[in-house]
C-alpha cells in the first residue's frame, strides 16, 4: 500500500504524507526520502503538506525536513491526525503551520539501540546527545523558545493538542476557526496609559466651574491622578 501521494489545484500541489519515515522502504508502505524528493519536485509552485505520521528514522526526517526548507514556492504544512517523534521535525519546514482541531503533536528524546562494550554504549550516549540538539535547532527556529526548556519537553514526551501547539508555537494556526474580528479582540492596557487619558478629559482650570463643597477641587484631581502614574 502506498502512503504518499499528491494531487494538482488551482492553489497549488496539495501533498499527502501518510506513515511511517525511513531510510529504504521493502514493503512500499515507509515515506522514504528519495520517494518523497520525487514528489516534491514533480514540478514547481507553493504546496500543501497533508501530514500524518507516528514519526521513524530521524536522519530520514532531517533530509525530509531540509528538503521541505531549500523547496522555492511556499511550504505549508497542514496536520490532520498526528506529527509525532521525527514527524513533528518535518512539520517544523513549514513556513505555516496549520493542525486540525482534532490533531495531535508530540515531541521526546532520540533512542537507537546499542550492542557492545561500556566504550560502545558511551559513543552511543554522545551521538544521541548531538542529535537531540540537532532536533532542538527545529524546533527554536520555529518556536523561539529557550533551548532548555524545549529540552526539559522532549525529556518528559510532551504531547500538545493543536490550541497547545499554537500557543507554544510549535504551530501559527488552528484549522476551520473562524477568524476574528480586530474590533472584538481583547486589548492589553496599563495604568499611566489609562491615567493619562483622564487627565485628557478633565477640562482645565479656567474651563471649570465653582466646586460645591461636597466635590474635589480641580487642583487636588490632577495632584491625584499624577500620583497614580507614578
Not at 514556492?73 to 521525527?86: C, E, L, N, W, Y
Not at 497547545?164 to 496599563?190: C, M, N, R, T, W
Amino acid at each position: 500500500m502506498k502512503f504518499w501521494n499528491w494531487v494538482k489545484n488551482e492553489e497549488g500541489r496539495t501533498l499527502y504524507f501518510d506513515g511511517y519515515i525511513a531510510q529504504d522502504s521493502w514493503f512500499d508502505d515507509d515515506i522514504t526520502p528519495k520517494q518523497f524528493k520525487a514528489e516534491l519536485t514533480a514540478t514547481v509552485g507553493d504546496v500543501s503538506v497533508w501530514l500524518n505520521s507516528p514519526g521513524g528514522d530521524v536522519f530520514a526526517a532531517s533530509q525530509i525536513y531540509t528538503m521541505l526548507k531549500e523547496y522555492k514556492g511556499k511550504v505549508t504544512v497542514k496536520i490532520d491526525g498526528m506529527a509525532a517523534s521525527a514527524a513533528s521535525v518535518i512539520a517544523m519546514a513549514g513556513a505555516e503551520i496549520l493542525m486540525s482541531p482534532v490533531a495531535i503533536m508530540m515531541i521526546h528524546n532520540p533512542s537507537t539501540v546499542i550492542f557492545g562494550e561500556a566504550v560502545d554504549l558511551q559513543c552511543g550516549i554522545d551521538m544521541l546527545s548531538e542529535v537531540k540538539e540537532s532536533i532542538i535547532n527545529a524546533y527554536e527556529q520555529k518556536t523561539g523558545l529557550p533551548r532548555n526548556k524545549i529540552s526539559k519537553m522532549m525529556d518528559s514526551e510532551t504531547w500538545f493538542s493543536a490550541k497547545k501547539a499554537v500557543e507554544l508555537g510549535f504551530a501559527d494556526k488552528v484549522l476551520y476557526e473562524p477568524d476574528q474580528d480586530e474590533s472584538a479582540e481583547g486589548f492589553i492596557f496599563d495604568k499611566v496609559t489609562v491615567t493619562n487619558a483622564l487627565i485628557k478629559k478633565i477640562p482645565k482650570a479656567k474651563q471649570t466651574q465653582p466646586v460645591a463643597e461636597t466635590g474635589t477641587p480641580h487642583e487636588q484631581l490632577l495632584k491625584r491622578l499624577d500620583l497614580i502614574k507614578y
